[in-house]
């Protein structure tokens, strides 16, 4: 089995930064993107930002020029650096491993972190 799991949360002003960590630990031979979810209350889940094992990304047009996502792929953990945080963004953050490949189990698998909680006071 994986574990997913997210740290750097917090409270911080408007106009403030924090950066978020995910690590994916267990018999790990890839993963072929990891992505940050976010989801505020009575709000759906909302893709933040990707990044695959070749470095290629994506972004929500709501973070762009905001938020940098990065990855290191020895460590099997992403970042995401947030800055110019605005209330809106305030939410609990979530890492998704997507295409995970396991030693000695066949397939692919996806999974899920905890989530961390960003609060943004304006």
């Known amino acids: 089995q994986v574990q997913v799991v997210e740290s750097g949360g917090g409270l911080v002003q408007s106009g403030g930064s924090l950066r ?6 267990g018999n790990i ?10 989801q505020a209350p009575g709000k759906q889940r909302e893709l933040v ?30 970042y995401l650096q947030m800055n110019s945080l605005k ?23 996806r999974y899920w972190g905890q989530g961390t909680q960003v609060t943004v006071s304006s």
């Open 87 to 109: 209330p809106e963004d305030t939410a609990a953050y979530y890492c998704n491993a997507l295409d995970v490949v396991e030693a000695g189990r066949p397939g692919n698998y």
């Open 29 to 38: 031979v890839s993963i072929y993107r990891m992505d940050w979810y976010r």
């Open 49 to 78: 930002a990707g990044i695959t094992s070749g470095g290629s990304t994506r972004y929500a047009d709501s973070v762009k020029g905001r938020f940098t996502i990065s990855r290191d792929n020895a460590k099997n953990t992403v």
């Open 20 to 25: 978020l960590s995910c690590r994916a630990s």
